[in-house]
């Protein structure tokens, strides 16, 4: 159960068709496990198309907007069905063998692999990594903001513990020393609006987007 969900603005966002592709990447990997935001992005794609059809002169205040997603998150959120034939997006993009990767070892327990050139045409990068079973990955901070999606395992940092599914957006101002939990290799899947900025000692050797 994922407990780390993407803030409304940016399901309003997605729901708009304002993110680009990576990042809606992110949210329908994350809609694909969670109910709660997929009734969320039902009710606002219900709204935007009210609009469309009164867009002349309405104008919607973001009070209505907060009301609306504080009454969605008020009803109990549906069970999840999952068709029998379905293919989730994560085995559309990358195949259902994510270990089987061509990972890039870049220190003892992180390994990366760039899959921007999957994106054509975007400014973003888009990076799995993977950390290993109860590995720790360097102190790094960010210079732009990262969305990442956690697609297996777990891992935890001063903000807490990241499930598989979860979502979380870093910022600037945020550094953070991220360790996997013990059982399974964590993959994430991670948006850099902008280069990462590793702070630890070998930071600048390692940090594949600095050199
Ligand atoms: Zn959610």
Redesign the pocket.
Known sequence: M?RH??DSLMLMEYSAGNLSEPHALCIRL?LDK?A??RSRVDALDSLGAVMMEQQSQVTVEASTFDSILARIDSEPAPETVTPRVHRSPLSKLLGDDLDGLPWKRQLKDVSVLDISDRFPGQQDRVVLQKLCAGGKAPAHTHRGEETTIVLQGAFADNKGVFNQWD?VVLGQEDEHKPVALEGDDCITLSVLSAPLKLTGTFGRLLNPFIR
């Open positions: 994922t969900h993407p994350h969670c709660h935001c979502f």
